[in-house]
């Protein structure tokens, strides 16, 4: 009966149960009443070998299949240094828990110190925690953020521009939360500032999430946006990528109260959706309403420089029902991806990405349209991702591209589909998939 | 032992009054300073904030534990006691100086539910 | 350990690099951007050669402790081992390279493992169904009360917005109630440690949504009465909520399922065997019974008439949706791992060698520590601190003492119940001679409470910080770089 994780033999197991006083395992379970005691067969397979779920795996993985990605929407395929994994399975940071204990955890406590002081660099912001889930749920406790700050007030409004998969998470939390969510529309590619304005005119605004890059791609403009906001003492917030950061005008530039976002561009593999890491933000002046953990640097009784999970008093785990949110965690093995990431990359290596990303992109843009297959749905800028009218079934369109090696065109709204572009492909790339396109024989719209 | 004050009220939940005009001044009691350890923040009502007697208007933390403030009167926030925003220890270091808000009292009757320094000390002495 | 004082900014020089990136020539360049959107200055992030950074973070790897480093018995948060075949699994390009959007016909391996995992986890609690979109026990919590919540607004009864949440819970009880938007009604505890059902019984009306019970509960004893509290609750028109934080005792032996419990859910990094990250990535599965299942969120994995697995999205039923994409997919493919490895033969002893160990340390330290409540325990137990009480040495002063014997220190301070809580969870993957070593510590700990309290009191000495002063760290907050320098 022995297995690798389970260490004890027959006989330290009769020891124990005689140091305990009793006969059998079995009596460990004397309080439980026999009714719910489950004396069946688990229907489950038979315990593999090693090689055995290798090979498991390895079939079921190729059910899936790969392809050259050119899809955005929240989860982007930027390259990611071999250092990252590297140092993400290391043990120690791997097997450890929430940094309790400080004086055997700062490892984990000075990285995340590190991450906090790349996001608040790369957001303009004071604060941020130790990190989210994902970008959906921190756009959330932003929401909850607002709320919190600003007691009596009862609606928060969000951009249409913002990622369908965010919008409804943030729908989701709202509905149960009870907060009064109201859409703000998007006119020309852009959340539209007369309808905010007209919004704020109806009073009682908690705050304002609107998206740094929308869901067409666009990067926004928000000249007014806080000048707007602020005049009815609500949060300014907005939605960023960012590893756009490094080179787009930052929130903080813009005047935001409070950044969220999704990390996953900075070194995350895809892989399937998660995990990823979110984000979020603030100013100083709203740190106390910041959910999650955030870590302080300080000194020891010895004056060494150390550091600690800090302004724990917010907490659920002291305030229970009132805290602002109900997070424990972080996903701070991700913020380790990010760190390393941030370090590898540093300001130059992240502009470069930009760079590349924004030049096969627009290329990708131009050759696309140069087919005739695709109308122009704005002249609005873009960085990485883009939006086109598709003048041929988006179905076949699809189809035709996985079946040429390519992952793209998902539907933003009826006809109008999403390319995405980034430092991995090439000008190779984009004349093959384009060489594909015209040879097709298109079915009438 | 932790000191009282004459002349103050007191609340159950270790808030003290002091009684100027139609103004009570309320703080913390050495007893509830003490209690909570070193202290890291008091969250504190805005100006012109309504309150209700009984119920909370703020909050004082340590490192690892928060204990809910509540007020021992209703009426209208007058001002608060900014230093307290920079330097929690103040009332640390004297609970009695160091007033957290001044509240424009609706109901002075309210005063006769609280306790005088004698009954607080009794109430203490057995928790 | 050694102490090792840099962070990253420190070994920064402009013009270094750590990354290798394609040296293509595009004719748009960013300079084409639009001045007002373009970011004034350069971020201030650090510029260091691959081998820097490398070096770095092995350092700072070095002044951590992990499952990997020794034994780590902190309550409530089972820190079990974590195979390494799960992270070879996670790690394959063929599941890391997928994209969450990717079409459902491109991405049947993925689907698959949601499917089979969802179906292996029904089989061990006795759940109908599970969604694994939750990322982590707290998300999983708050997913499973709008599930609850959903049910009955679906039903009309909008008038059942309260929660009755033991005093013993997890601190993430009534903080996810609150999220939901349901009002917290507190049920106490007995002497024994077990929810008080004549305290329960007239909490009981048609506001009460359902109630929320970890069982075992937070001092690691069987809630027995918990089928007599199942049928009051569901008598009232409630719903029981199970908070699998402590479901690894009953592995093998206990479906939640089976005791009535409508609702629960999993936290895949304590039961499930993967890693705990520093404090995530977890994965919080929901399983619900069978009449729940139109509530779970989307989108939902569902097998189609054209034999494949497709991702559904909004149903109208959903609570909605909680995640951006499909959960923590690389944790559940970890968790998925584990249970093919365990397989039928060995699922049945998890929870069984977990408690033997648990009652082992109890029994053995229990003349040393104060056992405030001495019956048979589950996973874990907890002490109320030293028995000799004589000392002024505190539990903070014991864990501290720990850390230069090697060992992670227990959960302390929770639950509230006990002024001086030592909360002890070994696991069934510690050996007898592991245990044994902490017993002989924790021994002479208590020993050395009373020889020579000021060794406990100044510990730890041989950590590579020793006692930080937390509260400045509060009062005047050092967030980032920038604050330092």
Redesign the interface.
Known sequence: MAFAYFPHTEDDIKQMLDKIGVGSLRDLYSDVPEDVIYDKEYDLPSALSEEEVRRYFSNVASMNMQKICLCGLGAYDHYSPSVIPYITSRSEFLTAYTPYQPEVSQGTLRYIFEYQSMITELTGMDCTNASMYDGATAAAEAMMMAMASTKKKTRVLISEGLLPQVVEVVKTYAKYNGVQLTSVPCVDGQTSYGALVAELAAGDVAGVLVPGINKYGIIEDHTGFADAVHAQKGLFMIYSDPSSLAVIRTPGEWGADVVCGDSQSLGVPLCFGGPYVGFLACRKEHVRKLPGRIVGATKDVDGKRAYVLTLQAREQHIRREKATSNICSNQSLMALYVTVYLSLMGPKGLREVNQLSYGAAHYLHDSLLATGLFEEVSDKPFLKEFTLRALVPVEQLQKEMLDAGFFGAVEVEPGLVNFCATEKISEQDVCQLVGVLKNVNWQIK | MAKTVEGLYYSESHEWVKVEGNVAIVGITDFAQHAMG?L??V?MPEVDDEIEAGEEFGAV??????S?LFSPVSGTVVEINEALEDA??LLNEDAFENWIIKVEMSDPSQLEALMDAAAYEAMCANE | MKYYDKLIFDLSKEGRQGYSLPSRKWNAVLADLPAGLVRGEEPALPQVSELDAVRHYTNLSQMNFGVDSGFYPLGSCTMKYNPKINEEIAAHPGFAGVHPLQPDATVQGALWVYEQLAKSLSEITGMAEFTLNPFAGAHGELTGLMIIRQYHMARGDEKRTRIIVPDSAHGTNPASAAVCGLEIVQVKSKENGLVDVEDLKPLLDDTIAGIMMTNPNTLGLFEKDIKEIAALVHECGGLLYYDGANMNPLVGMVRPGDMGFDVLHLNLHKTFSTPHGGGGPGAGPVGVAAHLAPYLPVPKVVRGEDGLLHMVGADGEACGRVSGFMGNFGVLLRAFTYILMLGNENVKMVGPLAVLGANYIKESLKDCFELPIDSVCKHEFVFDGLKDKSTEVTTLDVAKRLLDYGFHAPTIYFPLLFHQAIMIEPTETESKETLDGFIEIMKHIAAEAIEDPESLKTAPHTTPVRRLDETTAARQPILKYKDII
Not at chain 2, 61 to 66: D, L
């Open positions: 070193d890291s923040y969250d933390e340590s490192v690892k534990a928060a809910d929690p220890e």
